[in-house]
């Protein structure tokens, strides 16, 4: 079975500042992972994905993250926050197949002027 | 627009009546996914069609709710003698089948709150 921790629920960071929201998974095989962000009254929108290709993935909006296997992590970083990222972002693993996403609890974003 | 669309986006009911909810998916998309999400917490998965074939339910359906894909597109997620603990968003994703590759769009949801 797959599963997600975020390990913050929420962090806050001032505007200008970098960003890390930190995701460990589990699954016994070696998964896709994904970023999603979710703004209040929107739907969740594609960060980015790592699917077994390079393992640093850039995604948008000047979001990055790094697959590391040995600390089975995928954080997200970003080097300077803006207002508008402010949000919640879920870190996702699926299976092989592509079917079984499983959604971490989510980390909320506050970003301070 | 030519992403996920839901309809509607919120439905306030009392309790125990019926409720009915449309996803329409990205067109050229073959499955389409039905999930629950809870205040504070991440999505949890219902069920999910590959074209018109429900493959996937998960244990939180109940035999209260129902999701049908007749024709390969849009989808339905119905649900009967709603309870409170039904309130959720209710979102749809879709994606085309792309084994390790594939990445599910998700549409803006459906607000339900049961009074």
């Known amino acids: 079975a797959q599963s997600v921790t975020q390990l913050d629920s929420h962090v806050s960071v001032s505007e200008g500042t970098p960003v890390l929201l930190r995701c460990n998974y589990s699954?016994?095989?070696?998964?896709?992972l994904f970023w999603y962000v979710q703004h209040p009254n929107k739907g969740l929108q594609l960060l980015l994905k790592y699917t077994s290709a390079a393992t640093l993935v850039k995604g948008i909006n000047g979001f990055e993250a790094e697959f590391k296997k040995s600390e089975t992590s995928f954080h997200l970083t970003k080097p300077s926050a803006h207002m508008s990222d402010a949000a919640e972002y879920f870190c996702?693993?699926?299976?092989?197949?592509?079917?079984?996403?499983?959604f971490g609890p989510g980390t909320r974003l506050s970003v301070l002027p | 627009d030519t992403g996920v669309s839901q309809n509607p986006r919120h439905k306030i009911t009392k309790r125990g009546q019926n409720v009915t909810f449309r996803c329409d998916p990205i067109?050229?998309?073959?499955?389409l996914y039905w999930y629950r999400q809870t205040l504070g917490q991440g999505p949890e998965f219902l069920t999910y069609?590959?074209?018109?074939?429900?493959?996937?339910k998960s244990r939180l359906l109940s035999d209260r709710f129902s999701a049908e894909r007749p024709k390969g597109s849009f989808s339905t997620l119905e649900i009967q003698r709603t309870e409170q603990g039904d309130s959720a968003m209710y979102l749809c994703?879709?994606?085309?089948?792309?084994?390790?590759?594939?990445?599910?769009?998700f549409g803006p949801g459906t607000r339900l709150l049961v009074l």
């Open positions: 699954s016994s095989y070696s998964p896709s």
């Open positions: 996702v693993v699926s299976d092989r197949n592509g079917q079984n996403f499983v």
């Open positions: 994703a879709s994606s085309f089948d792309r084994g390790a590759q594939e990445t599910q769009y």
């Open positions: 067109s050229e998309h073959n499955r």
């Open positions: 069609f590959q074209n018109e074939a429900q493959l996937e």
